[in-house]
Structures are given as C-alpha cells and as structure tokens.
C-alpha cells in the first residue's frame, strides 16, 4: 500500500488548504484513513479519521479541530480529503495520512498500518 499527501503550504491565519491523501495498492474493501500531525518538539497528534467502506464512511475529530476541519473521501479516486478551516498557527505542522486495515477507528499511530510521506502546513500569525 502506498500513500501520497500532498495540498499543504504556507497560509496566514484564518486561512483554509486543503489536504490530499491518495492510496493505492491492496487497500481492501474496508479500512480507515486517518490524518495525523507532527509540530516540531511535540508527539505525533491524531487529527481526524474516516472509515472506508461500502456504507457511509463515520468520520472521527480531534477536540481541537472539530467545527474547522473536514474530512471526506473520493472511493472511486482511493483518495481521502482533509479541509482545513480557520487555521491557526497553533496547525502548524506537517501532516500525516496513513490507513488502519479493519473497521475500528484508531486514534494512536501504533494503531495504523501503511503511513504516507507527510505534507508541511505552515501557518503564519
């Protein structure tokens, strides 16, 4: 499985990007795609996660993007979205997708399988 990011870049504060996550390879039918984010000194953050699968994907948030970010995905296109709304430079980071294989939503980096190269978002005050 093989992940590419991509849509970050330098924004000023109360400015919005979008995120790009596409996935390709054996995937499987059902799976979750989460985002994740890295500042420079801190741990890796969970940021939001959506299921893959024939119904209606569930969507998962992070208290401190909840309102700002959306999630949302193109199955035919194997390619999940992240709108960022309103950043601050608090966002600042580089952001992560990567793909838990099953159903279950995950919320800690251990929990995921294949990991995308990261795409740097830079949000200045």
């Known amino acids: 499985v093989q992940l590419q990011a991509s849509g970050g870049g330098l924004v000023q504060a109360g400015g919005s990007l979008r995120l790009s996550c596409a996935a390709s390879g054996r995937t499987g039918s059902e799976y979750i795609m989460g985002w994740f984010r890295q500042a420079p000194g801190k741990d890796q953050e969970f940021v939001a996660a959506?299921?893959?699968?024939?119904?209606?994907?569930?969507?998962y948030y992070t208290d401190s993007v909840k309102g700002r970010f959306t999630i949302s995905r193109d199955n035919d296109k194997n390619t999940v979205y992240l709108q960022t709304n309103s950043l601050s430079p608090e966002d600042t980071a580089v952001y992560y997708c990567a793909i838990r294989r099953g159903r279950d939503a995950g919320r800690l980096p251990d929990e995921y399988d294949f990991w995308g190269q990261g795409t740097q978002v830079t949000v200045s005050s």
């Open positions: 959506i299921t893959i699968s024939w119904k209606v994907g569930s969507t």
